[in-house]
């Protein structure tokens, strides 16, 4: 329990290890305050101040769920601020908990609806506000100007600050920020629970706690030695609580008692707050980030919308917050050529928070840096998505199982959905590899490729390079014999890999996502498939840049399970959170492709002189 604990601190909190808790205590020294909100709350704050006192600095801040620890003022950490660069740099730094957590009062709300400045509404917009007037009149020498960052939840509140409109917040960076735990963040894909990640989290993340505290509780959950394994004996959704949570963590029952895209999940979206932005703003995110892509792509693009100052968007090759920490120079199997999140660190983060907050250095920095996977090389371009690309069609053969840019002829191939033998998302299940194996997103999919209930389809070697841009979807057509199903579509690059003294194909994932089909008309109201009427679904595969090189083959796999990640569907119209082990049904799914049925990949093909 205890390695799960520390692999919740890894993968959220998000502060890059680089330094020995020495130096930082040689170079900084350490307050901590009771920072007042404006309704009496006090939230816990630590401040870590450049001992050389001959200059004033700016304020970098960080609010954060997931502690501010080591607390009292004689422990230091052994890590600081977003990277080595700017820790070097010279900046005061500043942790908070956020309201309710840990050392901090008031009660803890999960993903914090923003009040939009109504009076007398407490939201994390007006505890950034609050915090931050008090860290401007009250620490010693500050130069009045403050930025913050945050990485997935953090990431969250960085976006939320950016709604408070404080003076002297003039520079934000949500790298990974949460957007919609219903849609496509984290919790959810399209509404198909993202099983794994959201019993592990909030085993741990979701215990109550009455009093502050300065520790995280585990679960004393025994997963064995295999999640699969583990996921599959628990059963229905049911049991979650009936086994384990006993009605101990609240939001699990909220999440069971909100299972549609209803005023809860509404409410705590994000993709309307951003209409009022003032500081710079440059968001992050990684096209391998299995929690949050979504939220960075929407995040960046609900501020476009309105911004009128600087607002950049960065994309590289990293899992969820690899980008600090790790040299990104691979990712599994797959090697990117270079060291990608010090390029960042060095080359983007750093100058975009210099150039803000100290006035150093000239900002040459494009609307989009963007990492193009496949060819394994940073670009420049002047908008998200890129504007010189021209759409494109690739083609389902249903008949013959491939993928053509020409319109097939009309078939059909089916495969059988069983609940109780799901397809599995990784090779690697173990639980050695902690909550998941994050190099899946990036996984030989040749281990699923001849199971039954997993249709391939594939190009012909391509005759010469193609790059994909910006919007990605799949558009299938299927009926099934049940009333609701799942369709998980994976994009895939196949190419001849070096193994030692021999070759093989590798089917590296490119992009992937899960779609619950109830939900194909509309998150709020879902309705049921009609048994053997054959059903459209648009299926958002989230923004992509990757090339395809030449020689390469593009290949598609559709199945109705990804377990454990994802929780198993009844394929049956029903709300899953009640079902019994009898609910679970094998269903025929049928999929069409042809020009009565064009079952597609659409997507933007980048055009040779933006490249």
């Known amino acids: 329990m205890k390695k799960l604990v520390i692999y919740f601190l890894l993968l959220f909190s998000a502060l890059p290890l680089f330094a020995q808790r020495e130096w930082i205590e040689e170079n900084y020294s350490k307050k901590e305050y009771r920072i007042p909100m404006r309704d009496g709350v006090t939230l816990f704050t630590a401040v870590y101040t450049p001992r050389d006192t001959s200059q004033n600095y700016p304020i970098l801040m960080i609010r954060t769920p997931y502690s501010c620890r080591p607390y009292g003022e004689e422990n230091y950490p052994h890590r600081l601020g977003p990277s080595k660069f700017l820790a070097k740099e010279k900046y005061i730094f500043v942790y908070q908990d956020v309201r309710g957590r840990f050392m901090s009062e008031g009660k803890y709300v999960n993903m914090r609806p923003n009040a939009h400045g109504e009076k007398g509404k407490i939201d994390e917009a007006t505890d950034t506000y609050d915090t931050i ?346 009926s099934i014999t049940g009333t609701d199903a799942d369709f998980a579509v994976k994009l895939i690059d196949v190419y001849k890999k070096e193994n030692g003294d021999s070759t093989r194909e590798f089917m590296q994932l490119v992009r992937y996502d899960m779609f619950r089909g109830k939900f194909r008309n509309s998150y709020e109201t879902p309705t049921p498939f009609v048994p053997n009427e054959v059903t459209e679904i648009d299926i958002p595969l989230q923004d992509i840049l990757h090339t395809f090189r030449k020689g390469h083959k593009i290949a598609v796999q559709i199945q109705s399970t990804f377990f454990p990640f994802f929780d198993r569907n009844p394929q049956a119209f029903m709300n899953i959170f009640n079902a019994d082990e009898n609910d679970f049904k094998k269903i025929k799914v049928t999929f069409y492709g042809g020009e009565k049925y064009p079952s597609a990949i659409l997507f933007n093909k980048l055009i040779e002189e933006e490249k």
């Open 133 to 478: 007037d008090w860290l401007v009149k009250n620490i010693p020498h500050n130069n009045g100007k403050v930025g913050m960052w945050g990485i997935s939840y953090p990431g969250f509140y960085a976006a939320q600050g950016a709604t408070c409109n404080h003076p002297a917040l003039v520079a934000v960076s949500p790298q990974a920020p949460i957007a919609d735990w219903f849609i496509d963040d984290d919790m959810h894909h399209h509404g198909a629970l993202s099983l794994a990640m959201t019993f592990g989290f909030f085993s741990t993340f979701g215990i109550v706690r009455d009093t502050l505290y300065k520790d995280w509780r585990p679960s004393g959950i025994d997963y064995g030695d295999d999640y699969y394994d583990f996921f599959l004996e628990l059963g229905p959704l049911k049991n979650v609580n009936e086994k384990y949570f006993r009605h101990k963590i609240p939001f699990w029952d909220s999440v069971a008692a909100h299972d549609t895209y209803d005023y809860f999940w509404q409410s705590r979206s994000t993709l309307d707050d951003y209409a009022n932005v003032k500081p710079a703003v440059l968001t992050v995110g990684g096209w391998y980030d299995s929690e949050d892509l979504f939220g960075a792509i929407q995040t960046y693009e609900k501020i476009e919308e309105h911004h009128k100052g600087f607002n950049a968007f960065v994309m590289g090759p990293w899992f969820h917050g690899g980008w600090a920490r790790g040299s990104g120079e691979s990712l599994g199997e797959v090697n990117f050529g270079s060291a990608t999140s010090v390029f960042y660190q060095k080359n983007i983060e750093a100058p975009f928070f210099n150039f803000y907050l100290k006035n150093n250095g000239e900002l040459d920095l494009p609307e989009a840096y963007v990492f193009e996977t496949g060819s394994n090389r940073w670009l420049k371009f002047d908008a998200w998505p890129p504007e010189n690309t021209e759409k494109s069609i690739l083609y389902f053969d249903a008949q013959a199982k491939s993928l053509s840019f020409a319109e097939p002829r009309n078939g059909s191939c089916s495969y059988i959905s069983d609940p109780d033998k799901p397809v599995p998302y990784t090779k690697r299940t173990d639980t050695h590899s902690g909550l998941y194996y994050r190099p899946y997103m990036v996984e030989d999919q040749s281990f699923v490729a001849k199971r039954n209930d997993v249709l391939t389809f594939e190009t012909k070697p391509l005759e010469e390079d193609l790059t994909i841009a910006g919007p990605l979807t799949a558009r299938i057509f299927v």
